[in-house]
Structure formats: C-alpha cells, structure tokens
C-alpha cells in the first residue's frame, strides 16, 4: 500500500470522509476505468457520447482533475445539442493529455 498522501484536495477531503483506502480504491477504478470510458466518446451514438463525457465530467472533478472535467464539461455541454459540433480527434487528443497529466499522481497515491 502505498504511503503517498493524496494528491489533490478533492481526494484529500474526500479521504477525510471514506478513509484512504477507499479513496485509492476509487482512483484505482478511475484509472482502470480511463481508456474503456475515453472509447466511448467515439460510439456511433451521440447519446452514448454525450453519457460518457457527462460521467467522465463528474468523475474527473471528483478526483480534484479540474483541467480534465471542464474539458469533459465542454464536450457534454456540444454534444447535448443535436447541432453542436461532436468530439474531434484534437478533442480526444486533449482529453488523453489532461488525463496524462493527472494519472502519475493519481498512480503514485495508489501504489501503482
């Protein structure tokens, strides 16, 4: 088990609540979870789209990955509306580079 605090406030209030064995536990399904839901965002239906950038939104800012989650917010925001613009591949190349910036942290505080 690893003995790095967590990394962001978010996770550190959150450990204050759940302890931080359970919060590694989330961060460990978050970045488990990362590549399967970032595929998602290429699905052939926009409502799947648009659900998995809602739930890539709401996990990121719980991680405390705000760079990440106000990305995610502008993508759930465009694919909302049936004429907004839908994800590029400079969108999924920015979104893979946010996540980047926050998994190493995110990796050391779970021991991975």
């Known amino acids: 088990m690893s003995s790095v605090p967590p990394p962001t406030p978010a996770l550190a209030e959150l450990a204050e609540v759940l302890g931080e064995d359970n919060v590694r536990t989330l961060v460990c399904t978050f970045l488990k979870d990362f590549p399967t839901t970032v595929s ?33 917010a502008a ?7 049936a004429d907004g613009q839908d994800v590029t591949p400079e969108d999924l190349a920015a979104v893979i580079a946010d996540f980047e910036a926050v998994a190493g942290p995110l990796r050391a505080f779970t021991g991975e």
């Open 75 to 81: 993508l759930e925001a465009r694919l909302e509306k």
């Open 40 to 72: 998602e965002l290429s699905a052939p239906e926009r409502h799947n789209r648009h659900r998995a950038a809602h739930s890539m939104k709401s996990n990121s800012r719980l991680m405390g990955a705000i760079a990440l989650s106000d990305r995610m």
